[in-house]
């Protein structure tokens, strides 16, 4: 399932665009892949060519202020272990609860990330900052799975780097600011996701060590820690992985021989 934001609307009012709308292919392409050009950048340009405009003219009228490099910085929401385990096991009502408090909790954090970390930096140097007050242009993808294929309940919120003062000019969201908020918008998702999980529940958490030396995480009660190892397994798989192929580099030789990639010195080869 992939739809847009809430800013989606009050980012494009003259497109008649609703927040929850299907993101289509050519709307990615253009917003994230075209360098920051409006998702109806296509649509637009026929438009202005049909009234006579130039191409070049035509074409600017779809672009969302100066091309940018970096168009987008996506987000991971996914609950801790314990809850997609209670929400891959659960009985329907348990499930839509859960997904219903992962929904609000993205949800929360998506208008404090618009409220207290993206500005629009604009002027010489980027000397002036706004927030965009028409709040950030993100499109969301659910998904039900993990790349093992084991049942993982996350979304993805990709999130357009081009907002709109309020003078209606397009400019930049400063992605300094959204990369560094990352770790604390995550935070932010858990603590919110299981306070709500806990209460339309009846649950408690309790903190419990994942990581030896590092600070604990808080999970549901009662979910067995050997279940959450059990989902973890790709953690070990890359280790695996990792391990073989640092073998076959270490070990790769020559038609002749000597090991590929074996370091040089001034005085030749290294010894083998």
């Given at each position: 399932m992939s739809r847009w934001g809430d800013g989606w609307a009050?980012?494009?009012?003259?497109?008649?665009?609703r927040a929850g709308e299907e993101v289509t292919e050519a709307q990615l392409r253009n917003l994230f892949g075209e360098r920051g050009?409006?998702?109806?950048?296509?649509?637009?340009?026929?438009?202005?060519?049909?009234?006579?405009?130039?191409?070049?003219?035509?074409?600017?009228?779809?672009?969302?202020?100066?091309?940018?490099?970096?168009?987008?910085?996506?987000?991971?929401?996914?609950?801790?272990?314990?809850?997609?385990?209670?929400?891959?096991?659960?009985?329907?009502?348990?499930?839509?609860?859960?997904?219903?408090?992962?929904?609000?909790?993205?949800?929360?954090?998506?208008?404090?990330?618009?409220?207290?970390?993206?500005?629009?930096?604009?002027?010489?140097?980027?000397?002036?900052?706004?927030?965009?007050p028409g709040g950030l242009v993100a499109a969301r993808f659910r998904h039900y799975e993990a790349r093992s294929g084991r049942p993982l309940l996350h979304d993805h919120l990709l999130l357009s780097v081009k907002g709109q003062r309020l003078d209606g000019k397009w400019g930049?969201?400063?992605?300094?600011?959204?990369?560094?908020?990352?770790?604390?918008?995550?935070a932010l998702y858990n603590e919110l996701v299981a306070a709500e999980v806990c209460e339309e529940l009846g649950l408690a958490t309790e903190p419990r060590t994942v990581t030896p030396g590092r600070r604990p995480v808080m999970e549901i009660v009662g979910v067995p820690h050997e279940l959450i190892r059990w989902t973890s397994r790709r953690s070990d798989q890359i280790a695996?992985?990792?391990?073989?192929?640092?073998?076959?580099?270490?070990?790769?030789?020559?038609?002749?021989?000597?090991?590929?990639?074996?370091?040089?010195?001034?005085?030749?080869?290294?010894?083998?």
């Open positions: 009050a980012a494009w009012p003259c497109s008649n665009s050009r409006h998702p109806y950048a296509d649509r637009i340009e026929a438009d202005r060519l049909a009234v006579g405009d130039s191409p070049k003219k035509a074409y600017r009228a779809g672009a969302l202020g100066r091309q940018v490099t970096v168009t987008g910085v996506d987000f991971v929401f996914r609950p801790q272990p314990t809850i997609y385990l209670l929400w891959a096991f659960g009985d329907e009502e348990t499930r839509r609860e859960i997904e219903a408090a992962h929904e609000r909790a993205i949800e929360r954090v998506l208008e404090w990330i618009e409220d207290e970390v993206a500005v629009i930096r604009y002027g010489k140097d980027g000397i002036y900052r706004v927030r965009p930049s969201i400063h992605t300094t600011a959204l990369h560094e908020n990352t770790v604390a918008a995550s695996v992985c990792r391990e073989d192929l640092e073998h076959e580099y270490v070990t790769a030789v020559k038609d002749d021989g000597t090991l590929r990639f074996c370091p040089s010195s001034p005085s030749g080869p290294a010894p083998s």
